[in-house]
């Protein structure tokens, strides 16, 4: 008898191999015969952890593996490692991936932390993390960084603001005076005579004293009539050679001292360290004798009058000697006098409008001056007398 034939699925899902007496079962992949090779049975491939990393799920004939989070399934059908860092774009942005065992670590760049998924790295906001970071200054926050924005009086040091010691940094920033740093700027402690100007940066001198006009023999001569501060004693166009009592010399105008105190030649410095023009014409009343002194930017001119002209200091109008000037009166003499001159002129001469002598004309002026016929000449007249007469012995009259 043959029992594949009369049972044809006795071996489902194998094949049936008739035998003496009996049969036997040949088992496909996923079955295994019994004991007794009767049938096939499913094999429970599960028993042997297939999966690794997974839940094996048996099936007919099969098995499933079902990855843990972070691994997938292979071509052999087991769960293998999947590396995140190299599948998935933009991962562990402003930072860097490691894949580990089913997972990935980011691992972020300074200024950035974590985010809580773990999956990218994101700013760190420093300025809200540590108020105080700056200091003084204002803190700016920046993508993975930050900076300090420093206000007037600081430098940006070690990433936070620093007070600037501007006594050190820049020695003359108080002039005539005593720098003391405070945190943020400065200030100046001007001594006694001196005012601080409006800037806060120099001491003014408005001290009132002597102005000496010569230095001789160690000695400061000759004061101006008008007291004056220093400055406008030394930085005038007409400066004096010392000030003060004692006396101080002023500073020639190549000195370093001379640009501490002057702005320049005829110039100081004012209250707001703007430059003020000195008024050489109030300071030195006795300048311009004879003539009027008229003030300009950083010096003075003498305009002198008619009949005087600039001696050669260039500071003093003197008497024009205009007899000296080619002979103004003509048929006259010249006498100067101040600021003129006068002409005394010749007999038959008297003076014009120009105040040379031009000649008198005798005929118009008296016209019974001859008898018949009266004729101008330089400096005098002549009688005519008609044909047949000649004058008398008078010049005047006819016989």
């Not at 010392?242 to 001379?258: L, T």
Request: proline letters at 6%; glycine letters at 10%; charged letters at 20%.
């Amino acid at each position: 008898r043959n029992e594949c034939v009369e049972n044809p699925g006795v071996c489902s899902p194998g094949q049936c191999i008739d035998t003496l007496g009996s049969y036997r079962c040949i088992c496909p992949n996923g079955f295994k015969a019994t004991s007794d090779l009767a049938m096939c049975i499913d094999v429970d491939e599960c028993e042997r952890q297939p999966c690794g990393n997974g839940t094996c799920k048996n099936t007919v004939g099969s098995y499933n593996c079902l990855c843990y989070p972070g691994f997938q399934l292979s071509h052999n059908n087991d769960c293998i490692d999947t590396d995140e860092c190299s599948s998935q774009r933009g991962l562990c942005r402003n930072g860097n991936c490691i894949n580990t065992l089913g997972s990935f670590v980011c691992v972020c760049r300074d200024g950035y932390e974590l985010s809580a998924d773990g999956r990218i790295c994101v700013d760190i906001n420093e300025c809200a993390v540590n108020p105080g970071t700056c200091g003084p200054g204002t803190c700016q926050n920046l993508d993975g960084s930050y900076r300090c924005i420093c206000p007037l009086g600081y430098y940006i040091q070690d990433e936070t603001c620093e007070d600037i010691d501007e006594c050190s940094q820049t020695p003359d920033i108080c002039l005539f005076g005593t720098c003391s740093n405070t945190e943020g700027s400065f200030t100046c402690v001007c001594p006694a005579g001196f005012q601080l100007s409006s800037s806060g940066r120099r001491c003014v001198d408005v001290r009132v004293n002597y102005c000496y006009t010569k230095f001789e023999s160690g000695r400061c001569l000759a004061p101006k009539p008008l007291n004056t501060t220093k400055g406008d004693c030394c930085c005038s166009a007409m400066p004096g050679q010392g000030w003060g009592d004692p006396c101080e010399i002023c500073p020639g105008k190549n000195e370093e001292a001379f640009t501490s105190l002057c702005h320049a030649v005829g110039q100081v410095f004012g209250p707001d360290d703007q430059p003020i023009d000195i008024d050489e014409c109030t300071a030195n009343p006795n300048i311009c004798n004879n003539g009027q002194c008229i003030n300009t930017d950083g010096s003075f001119r003498c305009e002198c009058p008619f009949g005087f002209r600039l001696d050669t200091s260039g500071i003093n109008c003197e008497d024009t000697n205009e007899c000296d000037l080619g002979n103004p009166c003509g048929n006259g003499t010249c006498t100067n006098v101040i600021g003129a001159f006068e002409c005394a002129c010749d007999e038959g001469f008297e003076p014009g409008p120009m105040m040379s002598c031009e000649d008198v004309n005798e005929c118009s002026q008296n016209p019974l001056l001859c008898a018949f016929r009266c004729m101008n000449v330089i400096g005098s007249y002549e009688c005519k007398c008609p044909t047949g007469y000649v004058l008398r012995e008078d010049k005047r009259m006819c016989k």
